[in-house]
C-alpha cells in the first residue's frame, strides 16, 4: 500500500462529509430519543371520535368501581381529546390502593434509584380530589415514589396544571406511573408527562442514546425522516408547525409511515436544538406536497411553499418576526444555523416533484439565498431551469453490492452539483439485524466516499435507531429499550470515520495480486484537543484470508513517531456475527500500539476487518 502523504497532492474533504439521518422509525423518538416517559399522554392516540382507545392507558379497578372514557373537554383546541374518570367505590368501600389509571410507558419506564422525574398534569373536578400519584414496578405492588394531589371542591373547577417532583427510592426497569383514588367523583385528565430530570445538556433527549449520538462527532443532523416526513397519506404526514410551541397544545399524530402515534413532543423546535447540541449542522427533510399516495397538484402546491418558508423563518427569523417571535417564546431568541433544506424524501419519480421543487427552489432562495437546497432527483435531472445545490442518493443493497459501490462515483462527472448520500445501508439476509460483514460493506462504501468527497459532499446511514420492542426496519445502527443500548457494528465503523471530516485525503494505491478484496483511503487530520496531527489509514478486507501488507509512505514534512501512533481493528472474525444486550461488546473496534510504526512498515490484516492505523506525526 503505498500512500503520497504530501500535503501538495491532498484534496479537502468537505467539512459537513460525516453526519447522522434521524427518522421517527421504529421508535426512536417517541420512547427513545426523546425522554418523555408517558406514551400517549394526551389520550389523543385513539384518533377523534369518542370514546376512543386510550392505549396504552389501562385500568385499575372494574366496572363495579370505576368507569374510565374518553370526550372532548380538553382545555386544549389543538388536542381536544380529555379523560374522563369517575370513581363509585367510596360508600361500598374502594380496593386497597384504590382504583385508577397506569401508564407503561414505552414497553415500561425506567425508573433509576435517587432520580428525580418531573411529572405534570392538567386536572378538573368539581369535587373535592385527593389523587395519589406513583411510581411502581409492572404489578403495582413496589412503590418506588408518590405525591398526593389534593383539593376542595373548589380547587379544580376549571382546568389546573400540576407540576411536582418525583424522586424513586429504587431502580426497576419496568415500572408504569399509576394516577389512583379511593374518593367518588368525577375527575378529568390531560396532558400527563413524566420526564427524567436528567436529561442532554437539559434539553429533553435520553442522555444515554443522545451521547452515542455526539460521539460520533456528526457534522450534520438530517431530520425527521424518511417516509415519515411523507406519511402515507398528507394528513399523517409532518406538519412541523404543529410540533411548536407549549408541549402540552402540540396534537400529536399518527405516524402512518411506521404504524404508531407520537405525541410531537419531539418536534421541529427540539430537532434543531439537538442539531445544534451536537454541534452539527441542521439539514431539514421538508413535506413537499406528497405522500406515499398522494401529490398535490403544481396549481395549489403555494401553501406547502409558504409553509416551507415560515419553518425557515421559525429556525432563522429574529424574534421579531412572526415565527422567529414563537421560537424566542421557546426559549431560543438566537437562529439555529439552518443552512440546508432537503425538498422531499425520495419522490423525483412522482408526476409534480419537478414543477413544485422549482417552486420550492425559487421561494426558498428568494428570502435565503444561502439556503442549500437538496433535490431529490438524481444529477442527470438537474439543470439550470431544475437547479439544486445538492442531490439527494439513498442506497439499500446487499452486502457484495454495497462493498462494489466503494466506486459508486469513481466515474461521475467532476463538476455540477455534489451528492448528499443521505441513506444508506445494507439490507436483506447478509445484514440481518447488524452483522460484521454488512458494517465491512457499508466501511468500503464510505471509503469509496472519501475518495470521491470532491463530488460527494455529506452522507449519513440509515436507519439509526431502533427500540427493541418495535422492530419495523431491520437493521439499524443503535438498538435501546427502555434502559439498555448498544451499538451495531456499523454503529461502531462509523468511528472509523469521525475524523475525516474537513481532513485531507492523500492518494493511496494498493498493489496486491489475487485478492480485490481490499479498500482502503488515507487521510491526515488535526486533533484540535491535543494539537497532534495523524495521517490515518484506513483499510477494509472483507474477504476471508489475512493479509500481510506493506504500507510505504512517502512526501511527509515531518517524521512519524511511534509512541502514541495506535491500530484499531473491528473484526469478530465470523461475519455473521451482531451485538446484542446480552453480548452488546461481541463486535466493537480493539485499540493497540503500532510498534513499528514508520515510513515503511509491515502490517497484518485480518481476514473480515477494519483496520485503521491512526499515525502520529
Ligand atoms: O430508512 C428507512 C426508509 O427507507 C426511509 O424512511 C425512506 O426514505 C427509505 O425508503
Redesign the pocket.
Known amino acids: 500500500l503505498s500512500v503520497d502523504a504530501s500535503p501538495h497532492n491532498a484534496q479537502v474533504i468537505p467539512g459537513n462529509m460525516f453526519g447522522i439521518f434521524f ?1 421517527e ?1 421504529n421508535h426512536a423518538g417517541a420512547g427513545g430519543l426523546w425522554a418523555e416517559l408517558v406514551s400517549n399522554r394526551g389520550f389523543e392516540a385513539g384518533g377523534a371520535n369518542t370514546p376512543s382507545n386510550i392505549d396504552p392507558w389501562l385500568i385499575i379497578g372494574d366496572e363495579s368501581n370505576i368507569i374510565v372514557a374518553t370526550d372532548r373537554s380538553s382545555c386544549f383546541a389543538g388536542n381536544p381529546i380529555a379523560l374522563r374518570m369517575e370513581v363509585l367505590c367510596e360508600a361500598s368501600g374502594c380496593p386497597s390502593g384504590g382504583v385508577g389509571i397506569y401508564n407503561p410507558g414505552y414497553w415500561g419506564m425506567n425508573i433509576e434509584r435517587t432520580k428525580v422525574y418531573r411529572a405534570t398534569m392538567y386536572i378538573r373536578s368539581s369535587e373535592a380530589v385527593e389523587l395519589t400519584v406513583s411510581l411502581t414496578s409492572s404489578d403495582g405492588l413496589q412503590n418506588l415514589a408518590s405525591h398526593t394531589i389534593t383539593g376542595d371542591k373548589e380547587d379544580f373547577v376549571e382546568w389546573t396544571k400540576v407540576e411536582f417532583d418525583l424522586e424513586s427510592n429504587d431502580r426497576n426497569t419496568n415500572s408504569r406511573l399509576q394516577l389512583t383514588t379511593t374518593k367518588s367523583g368525577i375527575i378529568w385528565f390531560d396532558q400527563v408527562s413524566l420526564m427524567p430530570e436528567d436529561t442532554y445538556m437539559g434539553h429533553g433527549f435520553r442522555k444515554d442514546l443522545a451521547s452515542m449520538l455526539a460521539n460520533l462527532k456528526p457534522r450534520f443532523l438530517k431530520f425527521p ?4 416526513v411523507m406519511g402515507n397519506y398528507l394528513v399523517n404526514s409532518f406538519r412541523w408547525s404543529e410540533t411548536v410551541g407549549p408541549w402540552e397544545e402540540r396534537p400529536g399524530h399518527f405516524n402512518d ?1 411506521w404504524a404508531y402515534w407520537t405525541d410531537d413532543g419531539l418536534g421541529f423546535f427540539e430537532f434543531l436544538q439537538l442539531a445544534e447540541d451536537l454541534g452539527a449542522c441542521p439539514v431539514w427533510v421538508v413535506n413537499d406536497g406528497a405522500s406515499l399516495n398522494e401529490e398535490v397538484p403544481s396549481a395549489t402546491i403555494a401553501a406547502f411553499v409558504k409553509d416551507v418558508v415560515n419553518g425557515i423563518e421559525f429556525a432563522r427569523g429574529d424574534p421579531q418576526t412572526a415565527w422567529g417571535s414563537v421560537r424566542a417564546a421557546m426559549g431560543h431568541p438566537e437562529p439555529f444555523q439552518l443552512y440546508y433544506v432537503s425538498v422531499g ?2 419522490e423525483c419519480s412522482k408526476y409534480y416533484y419537478k414543477d413544485n421543487y422549482v417552486k420550492f427552489y425559487s421561494a426558498i432562495k428568494a428570502s435565503y439565498p444561502d439556503i442549500k437546497i437538496i433535490s431529490s432527483c438524481d444529477r442527470s435531472a438537474i439543470s439550470p431551469v431544475n437547479p439544486a445545490d445538492l442531490y439527494d442518493v ?1 442506497v ?1 443493497t446487499s452486502s457484495g453490492d454495497m462493498f462494489s459501490k466503494s466506486r459508486m462515483f469513481d466515474n461521475t462527472a467532476r463538476s455540477g452539483p455534489k451528492a448528499i448520500v443521505s ?1 444508506y ?1 445494507v439490507t436483506g439476509n447478509d445484514a440481518g439485524r447488524g452483522t460484521l460483514i454488512a458494517a465491512l460493506a457499508e466501511a468500503a462504501f464510505l471509503i469509496g466516499l472519501e475518495r470521491n468527497s470532491d463530488v460527494v459532499e455529506m452522507a449519513s446511514c ?2 439509526l435507531f431502533v427500540n427493541d420492542n418495535d422492530r419495523r ?1 431491520n437493521p439499524d445502527a443503535i438498538v435501546f429499550n427502555s434502559w439498555q443500548h448498544y451499538g451495531c457494528p456499523n454503529y461502531w465503523m462509523l468511528h472509523f470515520f469521525k475524523d475525516s471530516s474537513g481532513g485531507a485525503l492523500h492518494p493511496s494505491t494498493i498493489q496486491l495480486s489475487n485478492y480485490d478484496q481490499l479498500v482502503t483511503s488515507a487521510i491526515t487530520w488535526n486533533n484540535s484537543q491535543d494539537g497532534n496531527t495523524y495521517l490515518k489509514i484506513k483499510v477494509v478486507n472483507f474477504g476471508s484470508k489475512a493479509v500481510n501488507l506493506n504500507i510505504s509512505v512517502t512526501g511527509l514534512e515531518t517524521d512519524i513517531r511511534t509512541f502514541g501512533s495506535i491500530k484499531t481493528v473491528l473484526t469478530s472474525g465470523w461475519l455473521r456475527d451482531e451485538n446484542s444486550f446480552q453480548q452488546p461488546d461481541k463486535v466493537v473496534p480493539a485499540a493497540s500500539p503500532i510498534t513499528n510504526a514508520g515510513e515503511q512498515m509491515g502490517v497484518l490484516l485480518d481476514l473480515y476487518s477494519l483496520t485503521s492505523f491512526d499515525l502520529l506525526l
Not at 225 to 228: D, I, L
Open positions: 427518522e422509525i425522516g424518511g417516509n415519515y409511515a424524501n425520495q439513498h439499500y441513506e445501508a440509515a436507519p426496519w
